[in-house]
């Protein structure tokens, strides 16, 4: 039996408030909840158990998976206090089934990659490795942890980020998927938090274990940051990453029962949630619009997300804008780059603008 771990139990600070009240795993991504479409790949490469390392809003991953009927078996692993990757992971074991020198498939819940898991997994049994980590090669390797590799694919070691051009000795990065033999599973500790990054991996480097690097250059994003999250759901609809969950490319994905207007127009690899209305000669580009979403008359959102039951008023502007759930943003208002609105906010028309005005002032001077 071929069994997963997904780490999902982080609270997703960088993408709040979307994830106020929803675990990042589970946000909607071109279309569905993100998890389900890293399950529909765990499926396609003949993984018939998963557990999920949950603990941030945790009884939710059940909720969305209750009514579950595909031919893969879901287990649940909660942590009541933090135990960091290494000893979610290792708690997450204690669920497997599989024998000590089974391999053990593990992702990180907030990546979206393109690497094909099958052979990752004949890469571990190839090389008859302890661990075999997705690297992936960047072009400017200074924003991560670096891990350079002997000419067999062997780790050498685990770099911080680099400072200087010197120090950038390789390109190639840590990339969230890995293979574990399960009897290294079980030696992590399971009594404390452990960081699988700078102290599980490093140490069974140190100790002369074999850690290799299935090195790809696939495509490879993190889906922590608002921008992120909606280049990579616009990215999965136009083709450019690809999901079982996603049937063909396309500029936009409007759900059937969403209510568009003939003039407005939808691109980008845009979403359109359930009931959403979208009003005449509106743009909606690269963007999110969540469920229950009314975009009035003239509106532009660009590379932005509105979550579900909020509404943006007449010839207002977006960009890189999150707007949080049950909110409202008045007519012509502008929304300059990395504004985020609380959950249930309300902004008057003309209330906030990069530009002036020349409405009357309604204080009496």
């Known amino acids: 039996m071929q069994e997963a771990i997904i780490l999902v139990g982080g609270k997703g600070t960088r993408l709040r408030p ?40 945790a009884s939710l991953f059940e909720e969305e998976f209750r009514d579950f009927s595909q031919e893969l078996e879901i287990s649940y692993a909660v942590e009541s206090v933090p135990l960091g990757t290494g ?13 000590s020198d089974a391999p053990v498939l593990i992702l990180n819940g907030d990546i ?19 661990v075999t980590l997705h690297l992936t090669r960047v072009a ?42 399960r009897s290294v599973l079980d030696a992590i500790p399971a009594d404390r938090e452990v960081s699988v990054e700078q102290e599980t991996f490093p140490q069974l480097v140190a100790q002369g274990q074999r850690v290799f690097g299935h090195i790809t250059t696939d495509y490879w994003r993190d889906l922590g940051t608002p921008l992120a999250f ?8 136009t083709g450019t990453a690809a999901s079982p969950l996603v049937e063909r490319p396309a500029d936009a994905l409007i759900h059937p029962t969403a209510t568009v207007d003939p003039t407005a127009r939808i691109t980008g690899g845009s979403t359109i949630g ?18 229950n979403v009314t975009v009035a008359d003239g509106a532009r959102i660009h590379e932005s997300v509105v979550d579900h039951d909020s509404s943006i008023g007449s010839e207002s502007f977006l960009l890189e804008a999150v707007v949080g759930c049950h909110a409202h943003v008045g007519a012509q208002n502008e929304l300059p780059a990395q504004l985020r609105l609380s959950c249930g906010i309300r902004i008057p028309a003309q209330g906030v603008r990069v530009s002036g005005t020349a409405v009357a002032c309604p204080t009496v001077h």
């Open 18 to 57: 979307l994830t106020n009240h929803t675990p990042k795993p589970l946000l909607n991504v071109a279309g569905s909840s993100f998890i389900r479409h890293q399950i529909a790949k765990l499926m396609d490469a003949g993984v018939e158990h998963v557990v999920f390392a949950t603990s941030y809003l």
């Open 87 to 99: 000893g979610a992971i290792r708690n997450a074991a204690r669920l497997l089934r599989g024998t």
């Open 112 to 130: 979206l990659s393109g690497v094909d898991l099958r052979a990752i997994l004949e890469h571990h049994e190839a090389h008859r490795a302890d």
């Open 140 to 181: 400017d390797p200074r924003a991560f942890g670096l891990v350079p590799t002997d000419e067999t694919g062997r780790v050498l070691s685990f770099l911080e980020k680099p400072k200087t051009a010197e120090e950038c000795v390789t390109d190639q990065i840590n990339a969230g998927c890995y293979v574990f033999s």
């Open 230 to 237: 909606v280049h990579g759901s616009a990215d999965l609809i």
């Open 274 to 291: 359930p009931h959403a209305v979208i009003g005449a000669h509106v743009v909606v580009d690269r963007s999110i619009i969540g469920g």
